[in-house]
Each structure stands twice: as structure tokens, then as C-alpha cells.
């Protein structure tokens, strides 16, 4: 079995990089109460869970999470998969008057940002979009940034980052890993 080159975030390290980017949030919007909070499937939404807990933690007011499928929107569909796995889109609150933060693990090409952007324009028309991630790989193909990174992590294109989140799979952990490694 083979074995990541490196662990790039501990569980503790991915918590306190979250809790790092609800301050960031915070102070740019001046507070939480005109945020939504928006997860891109599938390491996005707990990603946006946990950032949403930790704004009205700190904030003290709700602050409204959905959850995005992008699917119909890649831009690579035909080469994904004959039939490929349709998510719920599920965003149970008007955009309008809103700035969405939208939630993704990690950005790498920022084909799956801009697929979510379309999809999101889609649901409506919020006051203004924002981007957090945990960690930025690098390696651009459109001119997309994050407003909010976890991790900043210059990779090369055989290397994968790896998220593992404990609602997803049991446990938080980022990792990096040769292409060829992957089982």
C-alpha cells in the first residue's frame, strides 16, 4: 500500500486554519448578518458547516448554509463519466441582498469555481460572491482567486492533495500524493 508524501494539515492545523478564515470573513463583511454560506459537493459542505458554526459562534446570529451540485455544469461532463452522479442543490434561502461565501476544499485549475458560479448564478442574484478554500494548489487555467485560503500549498501536476474530513470519511487530514500512488 502506498503512502502520502506528506501531511500538509493535521486535524488541529485544519481547525484552526477554519476558525482563521471565520475572522477573515468577519472582518471584511464587517460582521455575519447579511452572509450565506454555500458548500461546493462533496468536501465543500462540511467545509461550510463548520465555517458557518463558527461565524454564529462568533457572531451570534444564524447564518444560512446550502449546498451546491456542479455537475450539469463542468465544463469537462463528457470525460467525467457516461452517467455521471447528479447531487442535491439545495440552497433554502433567498440570494437576493445577500453575500454568499462559496465553500470549496481545495483550488487547483478553477474550472470547479467557475462551474459552481454558473450554478449559483442560476438560483439567483446575490449582492456578491466570495471565495474560501482550504487549501490553494496553484496551477490557474482561469483568472479565479480565493478571498479565503486555508493553506497556500504550490504543488506540481503530478502531485494530488488529498482532503479528508471526518463527516466524509472518518477522519480530517490533508495530504499530499504522487499521481501514481493513488489506489
Known amino acids: 500500500m502506498s503512502a ?9 492545523e485544519i481547525r484552526r486554519a ?10 471584511r463583511n464587517r460582521g455575519a448578518e447579511q452572509l450565506a454560506l454555500i ?3 462533496t468536501r465543500g459542505i462540511p467545509l461550510a458547516e463548520r465555517l458557518a458554526e463558527k461565524l454564529s459562534e462568533l457572531e451570534g446570529v444564524e447564518v444560512p448554509r446550502g449546498r451546491l451540485d456542479i455537475t450539469l455544469y463542468r ?11 447528479i447531487r442535491e442543490t439545495a440552497v433554502p434561502f433567498d440570494l437576493a441582498h445577500r453575500r454568499v461565501i462559496l465553500v470549496d476544499d481545495v483550488l487547483y485549475t478553477g474550472r470547479t469555481v467557475r462551474a459552481a458560479l454558473d450554478a449559483l ?3 439567483g442574484r446575490p449582492e ?5 478554500v482550504l487549501v490553494d494548489r496553484g496551477h490557474r487555467e482561469l483568472p479565479i482567486r480565493a478571498d479565503y485560503v486555508g493553506k497556500n500549498l ?14 466524509t470519511d472518518g477522519h ?4 499530499l500524493w504522487e499521481l501514481g500512488d493513488l489506489q
Not at 477554519?18 to 472582518?27: F, M
Not at 504550490?154 to 471526518?166: D, F, I, N, S
Not at 480530517?172 to 495530504?175: N, S
Request: proline share 5%; net charge negative; aromatic share 0%.
Open 4 to 12: 502520502p508524501k506528506a501531511t500538509i494539515l493535521s486535524s488541529d
Open 18 to 27: 477554519l476558525t482563521r478564515i471565520a475572522h477573515e470573513i468577519i472582518e
Open 39 to 41: 458548500g461546493v459537493h
Open 75 to 85: 465544463d469537462d461532463l463528457s470525460e467525467v463519466a457516461r452517467q455521471p452522479i
Open 121 to 123: 448564478i442560476d438560483l
Open 128 to 132: 456578491g460572491i466570495q471565495l474560501a
Open 154 to 167: 504550490p504543488t506540481a501536476r503530478h502531485e494530488v492533495v488529498k482532503v479528508k474530513l471526518q463527516e
Open 172 to 175: 480530517d487530514i490533508v495530504e
